[in-house]
């Protein structure tokens, strides 16, 4: 069975130093993997896709995240955190078969908290 | 650019009313549509899902159902509410061959 898993509730960083939010999957074929942040009362903001090639994607406010087929993870980080950075992250997964209404399997969410 | 709009963006409505919640797309032509619920602030359900001008799938069997009357309008509706189907209502789009989705603002429900 598809499924996403992050494995923390709740992350909490100083600002200035390098955070990382956690993600694992299981799909039975090509992953393709995705995070979206939230912030309060807002819909979701999609900060980047991994899909094929190199393993290291860059996002959006400098997010990066890396895949790992091995550890079949795909981990968030970020160089330097920033107070703005406090939001509700998300990590999706689709199954990378064919088909354009492939659902997306959510995670249930990791909230970031940057204290400064 | 494209531009998906929600509404209400908040709602308080008594149990056992009717439910019509609405979200249109601008600036793309067939996108497949989503109807998302977010309970507790937390995770995401996936309720229906349309690749198409009245095609409709349903994840969740409940008291919800959806239409896609135009080719970019996804309206959520209910006959009778109920307390549990309290929570925040996300439509989001991704173009036919495209990966990631995109969110509208989303509606706060509270039924009382």
């Known amino acids: 069975a598809q499924s996403v898993a992050q494995p923390e509730d709740q992350v909490n960083v100083a600002e200035g130093n390098p955070l990382t939010v956690k993600c694992t999957y299981s799909v039975s074929g090509n992953p393709y993997l995705f995070w979206y942040v939230q912030y309060p009362n807002r819909g979701l903001q999609f900060l980047l896709k991994y899909i094929t090639g190199d393993n290291l994607v860059k996002g959006s406010y400098g997010f990066e995240a890396e895949f790992n087929k091995s550890q079949t993870s795909f981990h968030l980080k970020k160089p330097s955190a920033l107070v703005s950075d406090s939001a509700l992250y998300f990590c999706?997964?689709?199954?990378?078969?064919?088909?354009?209404?492939?659902?997306?399997?959510w995670g249930l969410g990791t909230s970031l908290a940057v204290n400064p | 650019s494209q531009t998906i709009h929600q509404w209400p963006a908040t709602l308080v409505q008594p149990v056992g009313s009717p439910l019509s919640l609405e979200c249109t797309v601008e600036?793309?032509?067939?996108?497949?549509l989503y109807w998302y619920r977010q309970a507790a602030g937390r995770g995401l359900q996936l309720l229906f899902y349309s690749v198409g001008i009245g095609q409709i799938s349903s994840e969740v069997p409940q008291n919800l159902s959806a239409s896609r009357p135009q080719d970019r309008q996804f309206i959520l509706s209910s006959k009778k509410l109920l307390l549990s189907d309290s929570g925040f209502y996300l439509c989001a789009w991704k173009t036919g061959g495209g990966y990631e989705q995109y969110f509208g603002p989303g509606t706060r429900l509270t039924v009382t």
């Open positions: 600036g793309t032509s067939n996108p497949n």
């Open positions: 999706a997964v689709r199954d990378g078969k064919a088909g354009n209404n492939r659902k997306l399997i």
